[in-house]
């Protein structure tokens, strides 16, 4: 028996020589009439306390030597080091989230990046120190509540990662090296926490917690468990790890707890709440491990201040784990993985890596065509031919429906009522735990993990049951309700796996091994999935994710499905999110079955890893012909632009606004260019400030292009000397050259202006020319043989010298642009005047931005005969100048093609003068002009009249309210296009234009409804205008819901 100890008052104690000072100054007042505490007594702590640090040592030692993995392999696998950032994800992001799982792109995108803010172990203390004293200088008025602050907050590390990620393995190799002396400098009472282990329903001490998993059977009693418990107190020694917060078996998981004392008696969840919030062992260093969406969740004051995250494993570590595995076959093992980058690009999880190494360790089919179901699919039939499970039932369908019912109720644990309701024996669940799977390297499959709460040993096994259930075993009926919630976020990794399972020869590796299979059903259920997959594709609206479905098609590795996927493809194929190196292959994969040429707009994208590389070295072997390829706003760099430059020959255009490249990669670039000869439609490099040099370069290579924009690059009069000189040289015409954003002034106008014959479209608004410069560029379009095409001299200072010139040079002018030019009443009559005067109608004239009188109103509606296009953003234009307007349009014997009145406070009265002339209008913008419901419903009553549909009418951000909508769904069949986005117009509104659109069976090309805060009932009745509509905009009315209800 464990001899009570009493103490009644603070003291200091001796422990292994080292002088510790009690926190608290009075445990509790003792029986006793002697207020000191007898050496004999100290002897007995003392030797009390060496002996449970000794066992907590030991206990740790073994727990950490015994390394775990979902296979593994006789010898003892040495834990490899994980990558890991101080900058995991906002916990509001991450909250987000309808689930977390590792196989997620984002997840994927994480590790690929590069860890600018990686750390190591040995830093996570001192990171958590230094963030808790910014915060208390902050929060804290005083010195000692300042150092207080940093004592209870600043000992504190929490670690996140996604399940499987190596979380665990990694607070065992932090442990291991705490009791080599590493990490901190000196430890005491070293205290290793599983939290599955814990019981959570029993009122328990402080210190029979800490022991509950650690040592469960040391003898406690109240005395003594009070003199250690002030001992672990007061030593700034003591480490804590906590492993697993997130499998708390807790109702109240988010929940503030009560503040608890030392010497309390609660349940285990309090005290671990308040441990983490520094309210119990301040001095204590405590570090841990959760899932990040569990420990975000946790109330701020036991929320860790300092957090970081594991990313999983980088190229080294995952070299040092396959060298392990593997052993003297890893080099060939690794040569054959990277044949297939999409099941690569998942091996940074080291379950992926280790399941991929044991299919090549026992398999000799390479990777080539392979994919992570066939992967999966492998090992189940490992597991089903072991020897442990000969004579006994695999019972892998009703494995399936556990995982299944656990993804349906977002479960993840799984006790034994869960598994009597799938029907799976206890015996099954012992084979389940641990089997023996091959013989040849001894390695051992973990499908279920856990004792009183079981779980899957990684989400990726929940994950492809869940799909094999869904495919192979559920009705119809269920089956279409999958359907349609297949695009939600949390079925990313599940349909992947669906996909997979519509391969033939991986359905026939499977089918023996579950039991209740039916061809006719998978082949159904097959059928299926691809009529959906091409039903999404063809609807414009709904088919957001080119990505996504890359990967439907690389699992389910057909071509024939391939080719008829890429007969719906738009011929703009937008890439968003992460673009990973394993999406190339997928992606070529879909192009070379293409019988089209495509764009590739990875403009939102953000590339990780060698990903454009990859992209770029995939076009170019395999020939694939790619109209567009567009890397903007991808912060490429240099190392990108190279590149793109070896797939010139395969490229027409490329886009790389905002890429931020330099001389450097602009040089070589420019080199490739040369060398391939390659004749390019389009180069836009807008944003990269590679200055006079590097536009030098580019202007070198000027005969190779047709159209070029060098906006905002730096540009200056020396390059610009260059530009000019080579465009002298051509022999043809450019058809763009767009020099906005650069400062240019009157000396580079006045260059420019030699050789605007070789130029049929000039840009270059925003470079600080006046009035010289515009006089010399105007006088030069004068004596043009061939009218320009289009002069955009926007935002330069335009005075009346130059409006007359510009005035002379419209008849060799088609379009014209003149935004923000200041110009006065007099300079538009002008202008307006020299317009009305043309033999022939110009195609467009720009003059948003500029203020106009009622003057100036009345002379541009004069030469209305003579414009097709006109826009008058942003102009101040009023009722007045819009009834003036009106009478002029309404006048028109052929009607305007387009006029954009935007951001003018012409009200409902003025729209009511427009719907007088509107048809004379074929497209009408009014975005922003502070029209009311009845100058909307004025417009729609003039509409129902019109024997020619409008083309495009946009209305957004008006408050037309609901009597607006009301009155739009009377006359839709009268427009083609439409954009009611930010209206107001209700759920009644919507409700009533849907049910026009499939009364009418109106077919149309666009419909922006978004932003009007509609209800599921008004979603709901906009699914049956899916087919008729080309273009639905419903984002920011629960669209999610919208997508769910198709």
């Not at 984002?106 to 808790?132: C, G, H, L, P, Y």
């Not at 020694?237 to 503040?259: P, Q």
């Not at 007045?880 to 409902?908: C, D, F, M, V, W």
């Not at 419903?937 to 019109?946: D, S």
Request: aromatic share 6%.
């Amino acid at each position: 028996m464990e001899t009570d100890v009493t103490l009644d008052h603070a003291d200091h104690v001796i422990l292994a020589g080292e002088l510790h000072q009690h926190f608290h100054q009075h445990f509790y007042q003792a029986d006793t009439s002697n207020n000191q505490v007898s050496a004999d007594t100290k002897s007995k702590i003392v030797e009390k306390a060496e002996k449970m640090k000794t066992m907590l040592t030991n206990s740790a030692q073994i727990a950490c030597d015994n390394m775990t993995s979902p296979i593994e392999i006789s010898q003892a696998i040495k834990p490899v080091t994980l990558t890991m950032t101080r900058k995991p994800q906002r916990p509001d992001e991450e909250l987000a989230k309808e689930s977390s799982n590792l196989h997620h792109r984002s997840n994927i995108a994480e590790v690929r990046q590069k860890a600018q803010d990686e750390i190591t172990a040995d830093k996570m203390f001192e990171i958590a120190r230094n963030k808790a004293s910014r915060e208390a200088n902050v929060k804290c008025s005083s010195k000692a509540a300042i150092e207080q602050f940093v004592e209870r907050r600043g000992n504190t590390v929490g670690v996140v990662g996604q399940a499987g990620i190596g979380k665990t393995t990694s607070l065992k190799k932090w442990v291991k090296s705490i009791i080599n002396g590493q990490i901190v400098a000196q430890v005491s009472f070293l205290i290793l926490i599983f939290v599955r282990a814990m019981n959570f329903s029993n009122e328990c001490n402080l210190l029979e917690c800490l022991l509950s998993s650690c040592l469960p059977n040391w003898e406690h009693s109240t005395e003594s468990d009070k003199s250690l418990l002030s001992m672990i107190n007061n030593d700034p020694h003591v480490v804590i790890a906590i492993d697993g917060l997130d499998e708390a078996a807790v109702d109240n998981f988010g929940e503030s707890v009560s503040h608890v004392g030392l010497f309390s008696r609660s349940n285990p969840w309090t005290f671990l709440m308040n441990l983490l919030g520094g309210n119990l062992l301040p001095k204590a260093k405590k570090i841990v491990t959760s899932r990040p969406g569990q420990l975000y969740n946790l109330p701020p004051d036991s929320r860790p201040l300092c957090i970081v995250q594991i990313l999983g494993l980088n190229d080294v570590a995952q070299d040092d784990l396959g060298r392990q595995i593997c052993g003297s076959t890893y080099p060939s093992i690794k040569k054959r993985l990277k044949e297939n980058e999409q099941v690569f690009a998942y091996c940074y999880v080291p379950v992926n890596f280790i399941l991929t190494a044991n299919y090549l360790l026992n398999s000799d089919n390479g990777m080539v065509n392979q994919s992570l179901t066939g992967v999966l699919v492998f090992t189940c039939g490992q597991y089903a031919r072991s020897d442990h499970l000969k004579g006994k039932p695999c019972e892998l369908d009703k494995l399936s429906h556990l995982a299944w019912t656990g993804f349906e109720n977002h479960q993840i644990y799984f006790q034994e009522a869960n598994f009597s309701a799938s029907g799976i024996s206890c015996n099954t669940i012992r084979a389940f735990l641990n089997t023996s799977v091959t013989k040849s390297v001894n390695l051992n499959l973990h499908i279920l993990s856990g004792d009183k709460r079981s779980y899957f040993s990684h989400l990726v096994w929940q994950e492809f049951f869940t799909a094999v259930y869904i495919m192979l075993i559920s009705s119809k009926e269920n089956f279409t309700w999958h359907l349609r919630n297949l695009t939600q976020p949390r079925y990313e990794v599940v349909s992947r796996f669906m996909f997979g399972l519509c391969d033939k020869k991986l359905f026939s590796q499977l089918q023996p091994v579950i039991g209740a299979c039916s061809t006719d059903l998978w082949q159904w259920k097959a059928n299926e999935l691809e009529a959906w997959t091409v039903a999404l594709i063809s609807s414009r609206h709904r088919f957001k994710n080119c990505l996504q479905v890359c990967v439907w098609v690389n699992e389910r590795n057909s071509e024939i499905f391939a080719r008829k996927i890429t007969q719906h493809f738009p011929d703009e194929l937008r890439l968003r999110g992460a673009l990973l190196p394993g999406d190339s292959s997928n992606l070529t994969r879909l192009l070379k079955a293409s019988s089209r040429r495509h764009d590739l707009n990875c403009s939102r994208c953000r590339s990780y890893g060698d990903s454009i590389m990859s992209l770029t070295r995939q076009i170019t072997s395999c020939k694939l012909q790619i109209s567009e390829i567009n890397f903007s706003e991808n912060g490429i760099r240099d190392d990108g632009i190279i590149s793109v430059a070896y797939c010139l020959n395969f490229v027409k255009s490329i886009v790389l606004k905002n890429c931020c490249i330099g001389k450097a990669g602009i040089k070589i670039f420019c080199e490739k260019w040369k060398e391939s000869g390659a004749m390019l439609r389009k180069l836009n490099l807008t944003g990269n400030r590679f200055g006079d040099e590097g536009c030098a370069m580019v202007a070198q290579r000027i005969v190779q292009v047709e159209s070029l924009k060098l906006s905002a690059c730096g540009l200056g009069l020396v390059g610009l000397a260059e530009i000019v000189k080579h465009l002298k040289l051509s022999k043809k015409p450019m058809d763009l050259l767009c020099l906005s954003c650069n400062s240019l002034g009157d000396e580079g106008a006045i260059m420019l202006s030699s050789c605007l014959r070789h130029i049929l479209r000039l840009d270059v608004c925003f470079c600080g020319i006046c009035g010289p410069g515009i006089t010399a560029i105007a006088n030069q379009i004068c004596l043009l043989k061939q009218p320009m095409g289009k002069c955009s001299l926007g935002a330069n200072n335009i005075d009346i010298q130059s409006a007359v010139a510009l005035s002379k040079s419209l008849p060799s002018l088609k379009r014209l642009s003149l935004g923000l030019c200041n110009l006065v009443e007099h300079e538009l009559l002008l202008i307006a005047d020299a317009v009305k005067k043309l033999p022939f109608p110009m195609e467009e004239i720009f003059l948003s931005g500029n203020s106009f009188t009622i003057s100036a109103t009345r002379g541009i509606t004069l030469c209305l005969k003579n414009l097709q296009e006109l826009s008058l953003k942003n102009c101040d234009i009023g009722v007045a100048e819009i009834k003036i307007l009106s009478k002029g349009i309404k006048k028109l014997t052929i009607p305007i093609q387009r006029l954009a009145l935007n951001k003018n406070p012409i009200y409902s009265k003025g729209a009511k003068y427009l719907a007088q002339c509107i048809s004379h209008i074929q497209s009408l913008s009014l975005h922003q002009c502070a029209i009311g419901s009845d100058g909307a419903v004025a417009i729609a009553k003039k509409l129902i009249m019109l024997k020619v549909r409008m083309t495009f009418l946009d209305l957004s951000c008006n408050p037309i309210g609901t009597h607006g909508g009301i009155a739009f769904s009377k006359c839709i069949h009268k427009v083609v296009s439409l954009d009611l986005g930010a209206t107001q117009i209700g759920s009644k509104g919507i409700q009533q234009i849907a049910a026009a659109i499939v009364t009418r069976q109106c077919q149309m090309e666009y419909l922006e409804l978004s932003y009007n805060n509609v209800d599921g009932d008004a979603l709901s009745s906009l699914v049956p205008c899916d087919k008729l509509v080309k273009l639905l905009g419903v984002h920011h009315n629960s669209e999610g819901l919208f997508r769910s209800l198709m």
